[in-house]
């Protein structure tokens, strides 16, 4: 009797200080024999007196998965997540572990289980996903889930036969607003701008900022292909009116390259990739406009890599050459200096 005393009570100590909830119910009759001080503290909730009561402050979003997967294994066994209403009106998280307490003769009879609250854990887990898939300083999807989003839209859209659109978008001048008025002001117009293509988009579009002063826009299920202009005049309109920085009244414009699918290409890389030529197009046709890609461009765009890379071999095998001309001075014709210039010696093509 003394042993048995001196392990009610050193059960009890331990139940009573632990901070997990800790509790023992009945299988037949499915009562609850013990439940530990703990519930009260993790859920603001009386003690149930039944498995009803254990599983009526379950979220009702879980609810439907809790009860299935206790009902899949009656006798215990069972280990899970899931979300709880506490009496205060938050929302908890609580991990359950449940395992079988059997009879002598081998038969389980009871049921126990271990709750602990892991909702700083939840949130933890959710601030890291946050950073991993959108941009801290816009709350916009990042590059890494923009493609995503794009890569899955394109699937629904081969099931679907959709027409859809991408908008490169790179505000233009902005390097001048950021050495100008600091950094701090600069991520202000960030957010501003953000805010302003939010407003523009329906539901079904996304919206993300795949860096520095670049956005971009997926639009799915267009009618037309035109529909995706008429999004880039809505993004030029919205961006007509001028952004207020810490009293400073800054005008912004932003220029807009366009490519569509299946149009252009059903590549995600190659969309974005084609967006991205198009919009430097748009900057180099006087900027706040926007282009729609054409193969002509690509091929444009080849020639320029083509050339940069011919012209940085061309100056490690040192292809450069001077070549002096004098200048004359018409009214004595005598040589008053000399122009010096660069010629480039390029294999198989000649001098250029």
Not at 36 to 63: F, K, N
Not at 97 to 105: A, E, L, M, P, Q
Not at 302 to 327: C, D, I, N, W
Request: glycine share 6%; with cysteine.
């Amino acid at each position: 009797e003394q042993a048995l005393r001196q392990s009610e009570e050193l059960f009890r100590e331990l139940a009573t200080n632990i901070p997990q909830i800790f509790w023992v119910r009945e299988l037949e009759s499915e009562t609850v024999l013990y439940i530990s001080p703990s519930w009260q503290a993790v859920t603001g909730w009386p003690p149930p007196t039944d498995r009803q009561g254990l599983l009526d402050i379950v979220h009702a979003d879980d609810y439907r998965r809790i009860t299935m997967q206790a009902w899949s294994a009656p006798e215990g066994g069972v280990d899970y997540e899931y979300r709880i209403m506490h009496a205060d009106g938050s929302i908890r998280w609580l991990h359950t572990r449940t395992f079988r307490i059997r009879d002598r003769g081998g038969k389980v009879y009871r049921v126990a289980g271990m709750s602990e609250d892991i909702t700083g854990h939840k949130a933890a887990e959710e601030r890291l996903l946050q950073l991993a898939h959108y941009d801290s300083l816009t709350n916009l999807p990042n590059r890494n889930l923009f493609f995503e989003s794009l890569k899955r839209l394109l699937e629904q859209a081969q099931e679907n036969r959709w027409t859809i659109g991408v908008l490169f978008i790179d505000l233009d001048r902005f390097k001048v607003v950021n050495d100008t008025l600091g950094h701090a002001t600069g991520d202000e117009l960030l957010q501003q701008v953000a805010a302003r293509l939010v407003e523009c988009v329906r539901i079904r579009d996304v919206v993300g900022r795949l860096g520095g002063d670049e956005f971009a826009l997926i639009l799915p299920a267009l009618d037309s292909p035109d529909r995706a202009a008429e999004m880039a005049v809505k993004v030029i309109k919205a961006f007509a009116g001028p952004f207020d920085l810490a009293g400073h009244e800054t005008f912004i414009s932003a220029s807009i390259g366009i490519t569509v699918y299946p149009g252009d290409t059903s590549e995600p890389e190659a969309l974005l990739r084609y967006a991205d030529t198009a919009m430097y197009r748009a900057k180099a046709g006087g900027r706040n406009t926007y282009r729609y890609y054409t193969a002509e461009m690509n091929e444009r765009a080849m020639e320029k890599l083509e050339l940069e890379t011919a012209l940085r071999r061309a100056l490690e095998r040192r292809e450069f050459l001077l070549h002096f001309q004098p200048k004359l001075d018409l009214k004595s014709g005598k040589v008053s200096g000399v122009e010096a210039l660069l010629r480039w010696q390029r294999p198989e093509v000649g001098l250029i």
